[in-house]
């Protein structure tokens, strides 16, 4: 199915998102959109996949002829599915009842009939999905896999995939492509929004590129990194020399710590982090290390062992004492652990901060907020709802949230969904708490960021934990290789 955008137009408020945008996508294709965060790619998406609607004047046609699109129902029937940076799904639910869900066809559909083509659409993609289990049992990968089908179940002829390749595995990546160039093959439309130069070199016969909204430029294979970079940005981005830290006292000793939740088990990890020091903990999702990090942070007991925060013994107290003793946690899902949707920054702003007296001082919360707002380049109004800002600006809001003086800053995804510029700009802040002698352990399924930004490596696999490694003498061959499960029987234990 051929797509033509002809002079879309968005505004919110007086954010004009999308700036008279001209694109042809033609069908058999993969056609990479590519932009900084805030770029108006989703906002263009959302539009083709009936999410929002565009400004009056602008059209869409679809194998040249137009059509008005008012919802995602309408989208799906005239054959436009979108996969969204967090699927859409209901975790709690059975990934069968997750599959039937926006068939027409009445209360009682022929489960039988649907079980058999989901195995058929599962088996042509050969992807292991269970249609009796559950979906929070699923990884990122699976959930995606799961929606792929769905969609092309209910008839997706164009499929649009927003950001598809964060936060899951290199294996799961690979397996995502291979799926995207069958699709195609079949003459599938598939439209590929990133902000992620390789995966769209990797994968795009063509690249449109977005900044600020308007369509600046469009490139073929074979692409040059450089100009499609300064396309992107309007100048060119470098990551910078390795900052590596002093070694300074002790701010976090894990003794012979062991934790346990209902699927795995971590056993005996010892560990000294030292002031201003970065730790980065790679493995494939649910191999361990986000039990770790919520240990660090008093949100899980551990079953054995001792952790002391610069010599005093917080085992088994809560995560506010933790916090109170300058441990802060800030959490990969923003909007549902991180950040409070229906409210401000300055909402945000004035709730961070120690209470004075009983009743808000607004006036205060707003000349905050603006400071804040301008110290850490969010893209926002001291009055914007964190809801309404891009990735990366609510990832900004998250750090100019932190309280300060802090001893350990415990990080889930930071860069996740970011761009170059974005990830560049939330590192610089957080070398900055390094020079104040804060330490840093974050999680990242991105290698190249972790042995960019780390000194030492944990990495994790199946509850098993390396020793740490020296991130300036690690290559991601070898992360990639231990992340794998290869190479352990030369591993000793975590002790350092």
Not at 26 to 47: F, H, V
Request: aromatic share 6%; with cysteine; proline share 4%.
């Amino acid at each position: 199915m051929n797509v033509e955008l002809k002079n879309i137009h968005k505004h919110f408020g007086s954010v004009h998102a999308n700036k008279g945008i001209n694109l042809v996508i033609p069908s058999g294709s993969i056609q990479g959109i590519l932009g900084e965060n805030g770029a108006g790619k989703s906002t263009l998406m959302k539009i083709l996949s009936g999410f929002i609607q565009a400004d009056p004047g602008g059209e869409i046609l679809l194998d040249g002829k137009p059509v008005v699109i008012h919802s995602p129902a309408d989208a799906i029937h005239v054959g436009i599915g979108m996969l969204h940076q967090d699927p859409l799904d209901f975790p709690p639910m059975r990934v069968l009842d997750n599959f039937l869900l926006g068939q027409s066809g009445g209360l009682f559909p022929n489960r039988t009939a649907v079980a058999r083509d989901f195995k058929r659409l599962a088996e042509q993609f050969d992807f292991s999905l269970d249609p009796d289990g559950y979906v929070d049992s699923l990884t990122v990968g699976e959930r995606q896999q799961l929606e792929i089908i769905r969609l092309l179940w209910l008839g997706a002829r164009v499929l649009i995939l927003d950001e598809p390749t964060t936060g899951i595995s290199a294996s799961q990546k690979a397996k995502l492509f291979a799926t995207l160039k069958k699709l195609a093959e079949q003459g599938m439309t598939v439209i590929f929004v990133s902000h992620k130069l390789e995966d769209v070199e990797h994968l795009c016969d063509k690249v449109a590129v977005l900044r600020a909204g308007e369509l600046v430029g469009e490139a073929k294979p074979p692409y040059v990194t450089a100009k499609l970079v300064e396309m992107m940005f309007g100048k060119e981005i470098t990551l910078g020399e390795r900052q590596s830290a002093q070694q300074d006292e002790i701010v976090l000793a894990l003794q012979n710590v062991s934790l346990e939740d209902v699927r795995l088990k971590i056993r005996n990890v010892s560990l000294d982090v030292r002031a201003g020091e970065v730790i980065g903990l790679a493995g494939m999702e649910g191999s361990g290390q986000d039990l770790f990090i919520r240990a660090c942070a008093g949100l899980v007991r551990p079953v054995g062992g001792r952790i002391l925060l610069k010599g005093r013994d917080l085992t088994g107290k809560s995560y506010h004492v933790f916090k109170r003793a300058g441990v802060n946690f800030l959490p990969a899902a923003r909007l549902e652990e991180g950040l409070i949707p229906g409210l401000s920054l300055s909402d945000h702003f004035v709730l961070a901060e120690a209470p004075r007296g009983l009743f808000i001082d607004r006036q205060a919360g707003l000349q905050l907020a603006e400071e804040r707002i301008k110290a850490f380049n969010i893209r926002g109004a001291p009055l914007s709802p964190v809801e309404s800002l891009s990735g990366g600006n609510q990832q900004r809001a998250e750090l100019a949230l932190l309280q300060t003086p802090l001893s350990l800053v415990l990080l889930e995804h930071p860069t996740r969904g970011l761009d170059i510029e974005s990830v560049i700009y939330i590192w610089s802040k957080l070398k900055e708490r390094c020079r104040l002698k804060t330490a840093i352990i974050f999680i990242s399924s991105d290698l190249e960021e972790i042995l960019q930004y780390s000194d030492r490596v944990l990495v994790f696999f199946s509850g098993r934990v390396s020793p740490p490694l020296d991130a300036a003498n690690t290559t991601v061959e070898q992360l990639g290789q231990l992340i794998g499960g290869k190479g352990w029987a030369e591993m000793g234990e975590t002790h350092a």
